[in-house]
């Protein structure tokens, strides 16, 4: 039997790793702004963050809540989404991560969505 060096083997199976299954889309956008996923355009409206900030102790974890407009065809639809929350999915729309914030720091916040595709 015939053995490959683990080197050779890696560069063999990454490639078939990363195809997985399919992966969703994602739209990362900043209060205001207004982007295309999929078939849909999203524009975020409006976020509550009270996620504990990266360097700071926190009692509590907090939440990330946002308001977005989804425009698909002459659909129109409010949404409120919840970083955490997996119900929203089939709105066909969910945040799926944001950046993290520092303690005493107000930059704007980025929030990346996904489709449930």
Do not use: E, W, Y
């Not at 900043?30 to 360097?55: E, F, I, W, Y």
């Not at 659909?75 to 950046?99: E, M, P, W, Y």
């Not at 930059?107 to 969505?113: G, K, Y």
């Amino acid at each position: 039997m015939t053995t490959l060096p683990l080197t050779l083997l890696r560069r063999a199976l990454l490639p078939l790793a990363l195809l997985g299954g399919a992966h969703a889309a994602t739209l990362d956008l900043k209060v205001g702004q207004t982007g295309r996923l999929g078939d849909a355009t999203v524009t975020l409206l409006r976020t509550q963050d009270s996620r504990c900030p990266m360097n700071a102790r926190c009692i509590q974890a907090g939440d990330l809540i946002t308001s977005v407009l989804v425009r698909q065809g002459s659909r129109v639809r409010l949404l409120r989404l919840k970083l955490s929350d997996t119900t929203a999915q089939s709105a066909g729309l969910h945040i799926s991560g944001a950046t993290a914030s520092m303690a005493g720091q107000r930059l704007p916040l980025t929030v990346t969505f996904s489709d449930s595709h």
